[in-house]
C-alpha cells in the first residue's frame, strides 16, 4: 500500500511587494498511517503554510505552490479538481486550528458546525447529523453534550472549544489530522486534557496525525518521528527519541539547549545568536550559517541536501553530513 | 466581609526588615454590574488575599494558569490599579499611604516590563524617546545629557546604540523586548516586575532575553518579581517561586525545593501537566479534571477542592491558612499533615 501523504519538494511561495517569500522551499516529508509526525520550528518557518498547502489552501494571491508534489495515498493533490479537494478536505485530512476562539463561528451553534461537515460528507440528514454531532461531543469528553450541542462558542471555555475543534475534524473519519498548534493558546493543565484526548482518539480511530508545533515538550510527548524546519526548509529528520538523545543540525542543537529544564540541574541557557532570517532576503548557502557556530566555507556557498545518515535520520547540514561532502568534492 | 477571613501566617503586624517589598493580605476585586440601571451584581476576586515577600537582589517567580490572578497583583503592586484591602511595603512604607507626589517620586524605585513587545511600545515614538521619557518626566535628564544616558541604556541591552533614532517597527520581537528592558532600567530602579516577558518570543529569543535579565540583574543588584505561565521558564530564573490559583498563592518556596517536592495538590498537578523534552522519560501524569472555576462566584473554603482528588469534608468549608512548613517553604491546605503521613 502506498504511503498515506508524500510530499516530494514543495515550494510554496508568496508574491508580496516587498519581493518573493520562499515560506515553503523544497520541503520533503511523508506520514504513514496511522502514526504521529511531529513538525517543529519557530515561527515564520513554513510549518503552517506547509499544512495549508497540503489542503490546497493558500491565499492565492500573493500564495502560489509553484513547484513540488503532493501525493496523498498515491494521488497527486495538485493534480486534483476544486470539487475533488472539497470532498477531501474535512472528510480525509481534517485539520485543528492554533486559535479555538476565532475558527469556530460565533454566529452558529456547536451542533450546527459540527453537523454541517457531517451532512456534507457522509450525505446524513440534519437531524441525524445533529444526534452523531452529539456523539462527537461525548467522545471527546464534554460533559452534558446534548445541552452543548445547542450551545454558541462563546458560552463554552477555551478547551472545551478546542474539543468542539477536534469533535468536528474527527466527525468524518479523517486519515489524516493536521493539528497546527492545537494547544498553544490553552493552560497547562487544560493542554495536558487536550493531548492525552488526542493520544486516546488515535488509538480509538488509527488516524495519523500531523502535528504543528513550536514546543519541544510537546513533540517529545506526541510524536514518533519529528521533521525541524527552519526558514522553509527541513533541516533535519529523526525519530524522536534520536533526535532529543543526539541532535544532528546545529539549529536542532542549539533549540534543544536553549530551553529551560525542569527535571535537569541547568546552569546558564544556550543561546543562537541572531535572529530567524527575513524570508525575503534569505543568506546564501546554508540559510542558517550566520547564527551557526559550526560554519565553514562551504557553508557560505553552497545550499546543503537532506542527506539520509542511516537509520531513518536526515539532516540537510555540511558539517554534520560527512559523507555527502566528499561527494561533492 | 463575605466569608472566612484569610489566617495569614506570613508575618505579624508590623512590616519585616529585611525586605524590599512585602504583600499582605491583598485584595483586588473588580465590581460587575447588570442590569439596566448598572447594579452591583458581584466582584470579580481577581485578587483575593494575596501575602508574600520579596527580598533585596532576589528574583520571585510567580506562576499560574490565566485568570490566576498574576498579573493583577503585579499591577496592583506598582499601584497601577488601588487594592480593595490589603497593603504593600516598600522598603518599610505602605504605598497605599502615599499621596500622588510621593507615590511618583516613588515609581522611579519600581518599574515594569510588558508581555507583548508589540504593543506596549508606542509606534510614534522613537526608541530615544520611549527610553528617555522617564528621564524627562523624573527630572533626571534632558537633551544632551538624556541622549547620552539612552546610548548606554540601549548598549546595556545590547542594542546598537546608533538606532537611537528608529521606529519600534524597524526591529523585531526580541529586540523590541531589549527596548522594553531598557526603558524599565532608565531611571535605576530597585524593582523591575517582569509580566510574561518573554511569552510572546520565539524559542531561541526567550533563552537570549532571559540571560540579559540574569546578567542585569547581577550588574545592577536588581529585584524581580517574575510573573509567567511557563513553569520551566520560571524555575529557571527565580529564586522562590509562588504559585497561584484563583486569586490566591496557594504554595511558595525555594526554586528548587518546590519543583522537588510540591506539597500543594495543585502544584502537583500543574507540575505534571507540563509536557517534558524528554521522550524517554516516563512518569504518571495528574489530569485535572474540568476547567478553573470562575472568580466570580469562586468554590467556597479552599478554592481548589472542586478539582482536587484528596478532597475532604473539611476543604469545602473551611479557606485553608497559608503557613510556613520550614525553610520559607509556605503551603495553604488542609490535608498536608495528613498526606505525609502516608
Given at each position: ?6 510530499l ?5 511561495y ?26 517543529v ?14 489542503l ?13 508534489d503532493?501525493?496523498?495515498?498515491g494521488?497527486?493533490?495538485l ?12 472528510n ?19 451542533g450546527?458546525?459540527?453537523?454541517e ?47 468542539v ?31 492525552e ?9 488509527g488516524?495519523a496525525i500531523?502535528?504543528i508545533?513550536h ?14 524546519m ?41 543561546v ?7 524570508p ?26 537532506l ?19 566528499a561527494?561533492?568534492a | ?15 519585616r ?12 476585586w ?5 442590569g ?30 490565566s ?39 516613588l ?7 510588558f ?5 506596549s ?38 542594542l ?6 528608529r521606529?519600534?517597527?524597524?526591529f ?86 518546590l ?12 507540575l505534571s ?13 495528574i ?15 479552599c478554592?481548589?477542592h ?22 520559607e ?8 499533615k ?5
Amino acid at each position: 500500500m502506498s504511503r498515506l501523504l508524500e510530499l516530494d519538494k514543495l515550494k510554496t511561495y508568496f508574491y508580496t511587494e516587498e519581493g518573493v517569500v520562499l515560506a515553503v522551499d523544497g520541503v520533503s516529508f511523508h506520514i504513514e498511517r496511522g502514526e504521529t509526525l511531529g513538525v517543529v520550528g519557530e515561527s515564520g518557518c513554513g510549518k503552517s503554510v506547509t499544512a495549508l498547502s497540503i489542503l490546497r489552501l493558500v491565499p492565492n494571491p500573493p500564495g502560489r505552490i509553484i513547484g513540488g508534489d503532493i501525493l496523498f495515498e498515491g494521488q497527486s493533490i495538485l493534480r486534483k479538481t476544486e470539487a475533488q479537494m472539497r470532498d477531501l478536505r474535512g472528510n480525509d485530512i481534517a485539520m485543528i486550528f492554533q486559535e479555538p476562539m476565532t475558527s469556530l463561528n460565533p454566529v452558529y451553534t456547536c451542533g450546527e458546525q459540527i453537523a454541517e461537515a457531517i451532512e456534507l460528507h457522509q450525505g446524513l440528514r440534519k437531524r441525524e447529523a445533529l444526534e452523531k454531532a452529539v456523539d462527537m461531543l461525548k467522545l471527546v469528553g464534554i460533559p452534558g453534550p446534548e445541552r452543548r450541542v445547542r450551545e454558541y462558542p462563546h458560552q463554552l471555555s477555551g478547551g472545551m472549544r478546542q474539543r468542539v475543534m477536534i469533535a468536528m475534524a474527527l466527525s468524518c473519519n479523517p486519515k489524516l489530522l493536521m493539528a497546527d498548534e492545537p494547544t498553544t493558546a490553552l493552560d497547562v493543565t487544560i493542554q495536558a486534557q487536550i493531548l492525552e484526548l488526542m493520544k486516546d482518539l488515535k488509538q480509538e480511530l488509527g488516524m495519523a496525525i500531523m502535528l504543528i508545533t513550536h514546543d519541544l515538550g510537546v513533540i517529545a510527548e506526541m510524536a514518533k518521528r519529528v521533521v525541524v524546519m527552519y526558514a522553509g526548509k527541513v533541516v533535519e529528520e529523526a525519530d524522536v527519541a534520536g533526535l532529543f538523545r543526539k541532535p544532528l543540525h546545529p539549529y536542532t542543537e542549539g533549540l534543544l539547549s536553549s530551553i529551560p529544564r525542569l527535571n535537569r540541574p541547568q546552569g546558564r541557557l544556550h543561546v543562537i545568536t541572531g535572529q530567524v532570517p527575513n524570508p525575503v532576503n534569505l543568506p546564501p548557502g546554508c540559510r542558517f550559517h550566520p547564527r551557526c557556530p559550526y560554519t565553514e566555507d562551504i557553508c557560505l556557498q553552497r545550499e546543503p541536501e537532506l542527506v539520509d545518515t542511516g537509520g531513518g535520520r536526515l539532516v540537510s547540514c555540511w558539517v554534520r553530513a560527512g559523507g555527502s561532502r566528499a561527494e561533492v568534492a | 466581609m463575605p466569608g472566612k477571613r484569610r489566617q495569614v501566617a506570613v508575618s505579624g503586624e508590623e512590616p519585616r526588615g529585611d525586605v524590599l517589598v512585602e504583600v499582605k493580605d491583598l485584595k483586588k476585586w473588580f465590581p460587575v454590574t447588570g442590569g439596566v440601571f448598572g447594579r452591583l451584581v458581584g466582584h470579580v476576586k481577581a485578587v483575593d488575599g494575596v501575602s508574600f515577600y520579596i527580598k533585596p537582589g532576589e528574583t520571585l517567580g510567580l506562576v499560574g494558569e490565566s485568570g490566576c490572578g498574576k498579573t493583577t497583583t503585579g499591577r496592583v503592586i506598582l499601584r497601577l490599579l488601588e487594592p480593595t484591602e490589603g497593603a504593600v511595603y516598600f522598603e518599610g512604607a505602605n504605598i497605599f499611604d502615599l499621596n500622588r507626589e510621593q507615590m511618583r517620586r516613588l515609581r522611579r524605585q519600581m518599574q515594569i516590563v510588558f508581555q507583548d513587545p508589540y504593543s506596549s511600545l508606542n509606534p510614534r515614538m522613537t526608541v530615544g524617546d520611549i527610553v528617555g521619557e522617564a528621564l524627562e518626566i523624573h527630572g533626571v535628564a534632558r537633551g544632551r545629557s538624556k541622549e547620552k544616558r539612552v546610548r548606554e541604556l540601549l548598549d546595556v541591552v545590547g542594542l546598537n546604540p546608533q538606532h537611537i533614532r528608529r521606529y519600534p517597527h524597524e526591529f523585531s520581537g526580541g529586540q523590541r523586548q531589549r527596548i522594553g528592558v531598557a526603558r524599565a532600567l532608565a531611571l535605576n530602579p530597585k524593582l523591575i516586575i517582569c509580566d510574561e516577558p518573554v511569552s510572546a518570543l520565539d524559542v531561541s529569543i526567550q533563552s537570549q532575553i532571559l540571560n540579559l535579565l540574569e546578567d542585569l540583574q547581577a550588574e545592577f543588584n536588581l529585584t524581580y518579581l517574575f510573573i509567567a505561565h511557563n513553569l520551566s521558564v520560571v524555575k529557571h530564573i527565580s529564586d522562590r517561586v509562588g504559585v497561584m490559583y484563583l486569586g490566591q498563592v496557594v504554595e511558595l518556596g525555594g526554586a528548587e525545593e518546590l519543583f522537588a517536592n510540591p506539597l500543594h495538590p495543585y502544584t502537583e498537578a500543574l507540575l505534571s501537566a507540563i509536557p517534558l523534552p524528554d521522550p524517554e522519560l516516563k512518569r504518571d501524569r495528574i489530569i485535572l479534571e474540568g476547567d478553573v472555576p470562575s472568580p466570580l462566584n469562586p468554590p467556597s473554603g479552599c478554592h481548589f477542592h472542586t478539582r482536587c482528588r484528596w478532597v475532604q469534608p473539611i476543604c469545602r468549608d473551611e479557606n485553608p491558612p497559608f503557613v510556613d512548613v520550614g525553610d520559607e517553604h509556605f503551603v495553604a491546605c488542609h490535608l498536608r499533615k495528613t498526606r505525609e503521613k502516608q
